[in-house]
Structure formats: C-alpha cells, structure tokens
T-cell receptor, first 113, second 115 residues
Framework: GNSVTQMEGPVTLSEEAFLTINCTYT??????LFWYVQYPGEGLQLLLK?????DKGSNKGFEATYRKETTSFHLEKGSVQVSDSAVYFC????????????FGKGTHLIIQP | DGGITQSPKYLFRKEGQNVTLSCEQN?????MYWYRQDPGQGLRLIYY???????QKGDIAEGYSVSREKKESFPLTVTSAQKNPTAFYLC??????????????FGDGTRLSIL
C-alpha cells in the first residue's frame, strides 16, 4: 500500500532561518505529490504540488522537488517568518486515482521572532 | 468567492445519538471527500464520491454514512456505531479530469465532541 513519512515535530526555528521538512513516500505506482499547510483551527490549504519526476513545486518562497530515485519530496524555504508557523502535511495521490490522498502525520513548525 | 463550507464549526454529540455534518461546495467539482483528523496524526479517508448518487468507502468507514444526492452537497452522518467519534472532520473536493493531478480543496472543518 501507499504511505508517507514525515519528520516528527515540533520543529522550532528562529525567524530568517533555513527550513527543511523531510518527506519520503512509498507508492505502488507513480504518484503526484503535494504539500498542504494547516493554520490553527482551519482546514488544509494547498501549498505546492509536483506531478512527475524532477518537477519542482514552488509557492510563497517554499519549494519541493519530486525525487523519484530517493522517493522524496522535501519542503524547503530559505528564510522563514513567524507567519509560517503552522502544521505542514506531505501527501500523495495514487495513480489508481479515485480514492483520495494519502497523508503523512504532519510536522508542526514553530517560528520564533 | 468559490469554496467549501462546512457546518457547524463545533458539534456536540450525546451517547447513542446520530449527528450529521454538512459540506457544501460551489466550485463545480465532481469529486468530494471526507477525512478524519486526530491529534498528532495525518488525515484518514472516511468516504469519497466521484459523481452524484455514487460513493465509496475509504479506510475508516465503519460507523459513518454519507449521501450524494446533489453535486454540491456531501453530508456525513456519524452514527452511534462509531465508538470514538471525537475528532476534527474535514471535507474536501477536487475537479474532474485526471484525478491524480488535481489538488483537493478543503473546508475549515467541524470539531465533534462527545458530551
């Protein structure tokens, strides 16, 4: 079956630090990969996506590259802000298609001023 | 603005009672989903529907039921058979086409608690 593994949190960084949140996956086929962000008390918002190997998704200064050889989709940002504090979820969509997304457990990011 | 509306935001259930969570979307999406989120865990799929009048069980469907009588609506009923219903429930939708490429759009969730 499919699975997504993220680094455990919380991750605490100072403002303007470099961010990496690791994500690796297991899939039976060739999935699409997503990062979602969840702010307190809210639903999930799509942050970025990649649909094939070597694709780079980017949005709001965040980037992630689809690495098929290492089955990874690590999230990075060069300089984080306090407003980036949230829970980040890595997810995949199976090529079988129909049955929703498979999520990692989420990484709680805390940015201190 | 187009989006997904979940109601109520907070819901309390007594023992042995069924409750229904509402999910409405005006994005003209064909596919809709219900997820359950527990503290420190990712989202787990309860039910999904690709078209009107059709739906499929997800990974944790026991104790839940759904209907899809209209394209824009996908209500979830938490029945008394669900022994541990306290959780945050999220509804999502996605457009048609090649499902694998389509991101899902989420509502703001309903937090269900047992009295």
């Amino acid at each position: 079956g499919n699975s997504v593994t993220q680094m455990e949190g919380p991750v605490t960084l100072s403002e303007e630090a470099f961010l990496t949140i690791n994500c690796t996956y297991t899939a039976t086929g060739y999935p699409s990969l997503f990062w979602y962000v969840q702010y307190p008390g809210e639903g999930l918002q799509l942050l970025l996506k990649a649909t094939k190997a070597d694709d780079k998704g980017s949005n709001k200064g965040f980037e992630a590259t689809y690495r098929k050889e290492t089955t990874s989709f690590h999230l990075e940002k060069g300089s984080v802000q306090v407003s980036d504090s949230a829970v980040y979820f890595c997810a995949l969509s199976d090529p079988g298609g129909a049955d929703g997304l498979t999520f990692g457990k989420g990484t709680h990011l805390i940015i201190q001023p | 603005d187009g989006g997904i509306t979940q109601s109520p935001k907070y819901l309390f259930r007594k023992e042995g009672q069924n409750v229904t969570l509402s999910c409405e979307q005006n994005l003209n999406h064909d596919a809709m989903y219900w997820y359950r989120q527990d503290p420190g865990q990712g989202l787990r799929l309860i039910y999904y529907s690709q078209i009107v009048n059709d739906f499929q069980k997800g990974d944790i469907a026991e104790g839940y039921s759904v209907s899809r009588e209209k394209k824009e609506s996908f209500p979830l009923t938490v029945t008394s058979a669900q022994k541990n219903p306290t959780a945050f429930y999220l509804c999502a939708s996605s457009s048609s086409g090649t499902i694998i490429y389509q991101p899902q759009h989420f509502g703001d969730g309903t937090r269900l608690s047992i009295l």
